[in-house]
């Protein structure tokens, strides 16, 4: 079993950067794909980011491609998305889960096995 704590959420100004870790405890999770998923209030949880075991393949949602990078240090454990030129719609509590699968890494939040609490990034207009 592995756990998983997100850190570096916080409160910016729209345009801002923020980097979110996802440190992971338990066993390694070099065989994970990691995804990052965030649920803004009232709203369903939704796809955000995702990187496979080896880091070879990134996959983006539209909404955050060319501002977004999904990057993992399997050394440290950690999974980091970079947030650039964040907008007040990118508010949302973000979580990393992690999926035991070596092939492409996968979209729907049915298919990882463990999740983060989350963290809070909120962007001011």
Do not use: H
């Amino acid at each position: 079993q592995v756990q998983l704590v997100e850190s570096g959420g916080g409160l910016v100004q729209a345009g801002g950067s923020l980097r979110l870790s996802c440190a992971a405890s338990g066993r390694t999770f070099s065989d994970d794909a990691v995804g990052w998923f965030r649920q803004a209030s009232g709203k369903e949880r939704e796809f955000v980011a995702a990187i496979s075991w080896s880091g070879g393949t990134t996959y983006y949602a539209t909404s955050v491609k060319g501002r977004f990078t999904i990057s993992r240090d399997n050394a440290k454990n950690t999974v980091y998305l970079q947030m650039n030129s964040l907008k007040p719609e990118d508010t949302a509590v973000y979580y990393c889960a992690a999926d035991y699968w070596l092939g492409a890494p996968r979209t729907l939040a049915q298919a990882y096995d463990y999740w983060g609490q989350g963290t809070q990034v909120t962007v001011s207009s």
